[in-house]
């Protein structure tokens, strides 16, 4: 009955991943494009602007880990309990 269990871990690891995969897919490519401005010259403020992920990147790349990381477990559970 265990490996029944393992299965159902290794397939919500499969969907967090693909979810997470979608997520980082679909944030980058609804973004509006980045543009730089000017750099002949010194900015006008001091501000400046650094371009970097979106926290849905963030959230996508964290849950897209997390499932690679459930996936690894159980496929290495399941091959423990083979070699046994």
């Given at each position: 009955?265990?490996?029944?269990?393992?299965?159902?871990?290794?397939?919500?690891?499969?969907?967090?991943?693909?979810?997470?995969?979608?997520?980082?897919?679909?944030?980058?490519?609804?973004?509006?494009?980045?543009?730089?401005?000017?750099?002949?010259?010194?900015?006008l403020?001091?501000?400046?602007?650094?371009p970097g992920?979106?926290?849905?990147?963030m959230?996508?790349?964290?849950l897209?880990?997390?499932?690679?990381?459930?996936?690894?477990?159980?496929?290495?559970?399941?091959?423990?309990?083979?070699?046994q």
């Amino acid at each position: 009955m265990n490996w029944i269990r393992t299965h159902r871990w290794f397939t919500a690891g499969l969907g967090a991943a693909v979810v997470g995969l979608a997520l980082v897919i679909t944030a980058a490519a609804t973004q509006p494009s980045r543009e730089f401005g000017w750099f002949a010259y010194a900015p006008l403020a001091d501000a400046v602007f650094l371009p970097g992920p979106t926290a849905r990147e963030m959230f996508g790349i964290g849950l897209a880990s997390l499932g690679l990381i459930v996936i690894t477990g159980s496929l290495g559970y399941l091959r423990g309990r083979r070699t046994q």
